[in-house]
Structure formats: structure tokens, C-alpha cells
């Protein structure tokens, strides 16, 4: 999110109209990465299928991840953002 946050912000300080679009997925995390600018979200109107831990567990901490753990996080993503993208 703040990468893509400094983008906008970079387009906007050369005066391209930016809006962001921000569909909410947790509504713990607020950040949009920009200061700049427009914001728009889209509050959740659905139950999500995993958590955000759930979906990109802290995969530096495990023990030896294997294939199958990474494709298991990949497929937890894909999932979440099909969801997202249906809505």
C-alpha cells in the first residue's frame, strides 16, 4: 500500500488527478499509503473467506516453508482477492 501510495502521490505533484480506489478487506488496517490523493473505499458487505493473518502468515518465522506452505498462502490470496474483485 505505501508503495503504490508514493506513486499516486508522485502523480499528483505533477498535477494528474488521482484517485484510489480502496476496498475495505480489515477493518484494522486504514492506511492507503497516500496523502495526496482522492480516496475512495468501499466498505465490506461480505464475510471474508480468511483472515489477514490467515492469508500471509509471518513465513520468515517458519521453521523450513516448503512448497506446499507457500502455495497454501498463494492460494489463500487468490481466493481473498477473488472475493474482492466479485464484490
Known amino acids: 500500500m505505501n508503495f503504490v501510495g508514493r506513486i499516486a502521490d508522485t502523480l499528483a505533484k505533477a498535477n494528474h488527478e488521482v484517485v484510489v480506489y ?7 488496517i486504514t492506511t492507503t499509503g497516500t496523502k495526496l490523493a482522492r480516496v475512495i473505499e468501499r466498505p465490506r458487505d461480505f464475510e471474508a473467506p480468511f483472515t489477514l493473518d490467515q492469508m500471509q502468515p ?17 492460494d489463500r490470496l487468490s481466493s481473498s482477492f477473488t472475493t474482492l474483485c466479485k464484490r
Do not use: A, H, R, T
Open 22 to 28: 480502496q476496498p475495505i478487506y480489515d477493518e484494522n
Open 58 to 74: 509471518d513465513v520468515w518465522m517458519l521453521q523450513e516453508p516448503g512448497f506446499s506452505d507457500l502455495m497454501k498462502i498463494g
